[in-house]
């Protein structure tokens, strides 16, 4: 099984060095779909919570972003870029989709710079417009902290993403048509990222869960995620491309949690069940909906394989965080201003005490995106596009 994974690492390696050397990642090549829309927790933030200042979820200040390019934080829970960017970009567009928020500040800016009723009317009216027009081009509505589940964080949740999503849609409908705008969302990519949050509160709330306290706790899980995909599909989504529940036990926090620094393997076991009943849902949804395509990426497999197989992918530490408060693992505190940074971060697997580095990122893209399938499946996210 090791050197299975290790073969597996090392041709989606090769497989990104060929990407790189024919343009095929940001290399201007022409976009795949006609939007990306992005739903979910911070794997995936690209800063919405930089727009909520009541939340301690956010990573809109340094060291996050310094390998970013210019160097700045955007919100982003990392040092650089993030998976969901070197995803986009191998659909040809730039990056990430721009934040929904970022889009709502610049209508709400117009506004309150309007000196006249007509004017902030006109005004708003064009700035809305004007942001329908990049939402035609996607738009990410994920959320730091949030889950799948209501009742996870305090954040955006799941139900007010899809929500502005609605709103947004409404925009484009207006702009377009209501038929050329469902031709647009049936041929855009839905992304979902989510369920770590909601599996590691459920954690931390039931150190030693019994099983009817897991079963019940996923029933719930995968009734809440069958609502939110039937609502995006009756939105208009036709094509899924789902991130699934990360290997959560080994994060630089739960390792330092441990007696023995070891993975809380307790924590992996839910996130492996969590993972086999939404694959099992997602087979079940294409059947009953008519025009429904998804692909799963494994979260789970691609940093699990990092973590026994570090080698194969270049890292050299896999157990501590990069950005930290010290203690073991350099986890004790969050990636804040005054914490101690890592100079190579090319080499970490971990940029905070729950994240992962840029270079990470770029590995996990890759192989959502064309890798081997026990790294996504049933089709990847390129053959998901093309469908």
Known sequence: MAVQRAAALRLLLVAMAVAAARGAVGGGAPAKVPAIFVFGDSTVDVGNNNYLPWSSARADFPHNGVDFPGGKPTGRFSNGLIGVDFIAAAMG?????????????????????????????????????????????????????????????????????????????????????????????????????????????????NKSPDSTAIQEFCEAMVSTYDSHVKTLYNLGARKFAVINVPYLGCCPYLRSQSPTGECMEPLNQLAKRLNSEIQDLFRDLSSEMQGMKYSIASSYEVISSLIKNPQAAGLVEVKSACCGGGGRFNADKACTPSSSCCTDRSKYL??????????????????????????????????LAAA
Do not use: C
């Open 93 to 205: 567009f730039g990056r990430s989709p721009p934040p929904y928020l970022s889009l709502v500040a610049m209508a709400a800016n117009s506004s309150s710079s309007s000196n006249s009723s007509v004017e902030v009317m006109n005004k708003n009216n064009r700035t809305m417009m004007a942001a329908a027009s990049s939402g035609m081009k996607g738009a990410n509505f994920a959320s730091g902290g949030s889950g799948l589940l209501d009742s996870t964080g305090t954040t955006i949740n799941m139900t007010k993403q899809i929500e502005y999503f609605s709103d947004l849609r409404d925009q484009i409908s207006t702009m377009l048509s209501a038929d050329k705008a469902s031709t647009l969302l049936s041929k855009s990519i839905f992304l979902i990222s989510a369920g770590g949050n909601d599996a590691f509160d459920f954690f931390s709330q």
């Open 350 to 383: 971990f940029w905070d005490l729950l994240h992962p580095t840029q270079a990470t990122y770029k590995i996990v893209g890759h192989a959502f995106y064309d890798g081997a399938a026990r790294f996504v499946s049933p089709i990847t996210f390129k053959q």
